[in-house]
């Protein structure tokens, strides 16, 4: 996933979420609103801040679901002779 698509689905999804909570029920206000967003993004897209959201959302998530080095993982211990 390249950075662009990664900001803009962060960004793009954030503000989907908020505004369908808080503008559900008012239907004009709410297109307003998408529309209001749409230029916004495109703006932040132009001047490379999506990008910049994109990577750092991506190194998150790449440092989240990175497997952890389990390290030097101690022998077990011999089992006594009988």
């Known amino acids: ?9 962060a960004l793009g999804l954030t503000l989907l979420l908020i505004g369908f909570v808080f503008l559900r029920g008012r239907g004009a206000i709410f297109m307003f609103y998408l529309a209001l967003c749409a230029v916004g993004l495109g703006y932040l897209t132009t001047t490379g801040a999506v990008d910049d959201i994109g990577a750092k959302v991506l190194d998150v998530v790449g440092k989240a679901t990175a497997e952890k080095d389990p390290g ?11």
């Open 72 to 82: 030097t993982v101690p022998a077990a211990a011999p089992v006594p002779a009988q």
């Open 1 to 9: 996933m390249t950075p662009t698509i990664a900001g803009l689905l």
